[in-house]
């Protein structure tokens, strides 16, 4: 089987020089996707990148994947091999201070698979999903790689672990679902079955205290009629509760005068909420040094 070699070519700025070409080459690869090369956030700043590759085949159903962590600077800190389904896709990797995890889609299955690792990249959490809602996997179908952890993607809780919102068990429900760095679940929240409406939660914002979105609330599936609530998840016990932002009669906009404001093609809401000083954002950081 021909291997292949990949070159990456990045841009990093400098403070004095401007603009200066990264490379990073990539020997031995078998098979490589636009969406196997995924930066590192941590706190909104890129602290390095994911490269996920396929090197051969490990079975009928399996392949032999690795992929390489690099620095901010393209510099290789270490290479993880792993065995996945033939048709595994890495949707995004996310940092939360503690540990690296890592979200596939298993095209194949149509499910989720799950890994994460601490700073010596050995692994400390696995976990495979069942399916989600066929309206999920129709949505994931559609979009590419970023778009799809935009909606369905891992949001890092710093040191506690990470929190993914989705479909709950019908297209009229949604699922917020709370994870340990071991990929355990700690809590999960859906719509209540006695509910009689549709709802959609956007999950907007985590820290290490809360998780903060919208829920979008109609009578039914066509209805043009949508209620907009701010809805905050407590992180360690899952309670949920929920405002309505306020309606203005001279707008047919219900968030004139609430907390939430729509820029461009997303909502933000803020909400007052007191957490401790250990829970706001960390200082600058970088990942596995």
Excluded at 92 to 109: I, S, T
Excluded at 250 to 273: H, M, V
Aim: hydrophobic share 35%; proline share 4%.
């Amino acid at each position: 089987m021909r291997s292949k070699t990949l070159v990456l070519l990045l841009f990093a700025a400098q403070l004095s020089l401007g603009l200066q070409a990264q490379t990073y080459a990539l020997k031995g690869i078998n098979s490589f996707s636009s969406n196997g090369i995924k930066a590192i956030l941590n706190n909104k700043e890129v602290v390095g990148y994911v490269l996920f590759y396929k090197t051969d085949k490990a079975d009928s159903k399996n392949d032999n994947y690795g992929f390489d962590l690099l620095d901010e600077n393209l510099n290789k800190v270490s290479t993880v091999k792993v065995i996945l389904p033939r048709n595994a896709m890495l949707l995004q990797p996310v940092y939360n201070g503690e540990v690296l995890g890592l979200m596939f889609y298993d095209q194949g299955k149509g499910n989720y698979i799950f890994r994460s690792y601490d700073k010596t990249l050995k692994q400390v959490g696995s976990l495979s999903t069942e399916k989600p809602h066929k309206y999920e996997r129709a949505g994931l179908a559609q979009m590419d790689g970023d778009a799809a952890a935009s909606f369905y993607g891992l949001h890092p809780v710093p040191g506690k672990g990470f929190v993914r919102a989705g479909y709950g068990e019908d297209k009229d429900k949604f699922k917020v679902t709370f994870y340990d760095n071991n990929f355990k679940v700690k809590w999960s929240y859906q719509t209540p079955e006695s509910s009689k409406e549709y709802e959609t939660f956007l999950l907007s914002d985590v820290n290490a205290s809360y998780a903060t979105g919208i829920t979008l609330r109609r009578n039914g599936l066509m209805s043009r009629k949508v209620e907009y609530f701010l809805t905050v998840f407590d992180i360690e016990s899952g309670k949920r509760s929920s405002t309505s932002p306020p309606n203005n009669p001279r707008s047919n906009s219900p968030f004139r005068r609430s907390p939430c404001r729509k820029a461009t093609n997303r909502w933000s809401c803020k909400a007052n909420i007191t957490t401790s000083t250990t829970s706001r954002a960390s200082a600058r950081a970088r990942v596995f040094t």
